[in-house]
């Protein structure tokens, strides 16, 4: 199915974008953290890059879909290389003016 990812950020450097694709050609579907904000909308913690590289080769982005709640995002995401005092609810709620991606996405089992 077709939904919008809301990502973290709206920079993204075009050199790492092409390596992400080519990288993505190679290991297929990406896995992301992700909130189900409703509307068919949800909030990338994670994987901007790969949500672009995604949509850009229309590869399907696995969502591993995570609760909103004023948890630290690097206690669910275990390679998580952001700020180590950020939570979930930090970033749901601050992502209102950033790029929207519309992308292939499957939700993963639970």
Do not use: Q
């Amino acid at each position: 199915m077709k939904a919008m990812i809301k990502l973290m950020h709206d920079h993204f450097d075009v050199e790492h974008l092409a390596e992400v694709m080519l990288e993505m050609e190679e290991l297929g579907s990406p896995v992301i953290h992700a909130v189900d904000i409703g509307d068919g909308l949800y909030a990338a913690l994670e994987g901007c890059h790969r949500i672009r590289a995604a949509s850009e080769l229309d590869e399907t982005v696995i969502l591993r879909l995570v609760e909103y709640s004023d948890d630290l995002v690097d206690d669910i995401i275990p390679d998580w290389d952001g700020d180590s005092d950020i939570t979930v609810e930090d970033i749901c709620d601050n992502i209102l003016h950033i790029d929207i991606v519309d992308v292939y996405v499957e939700i993963e089992d639970a």
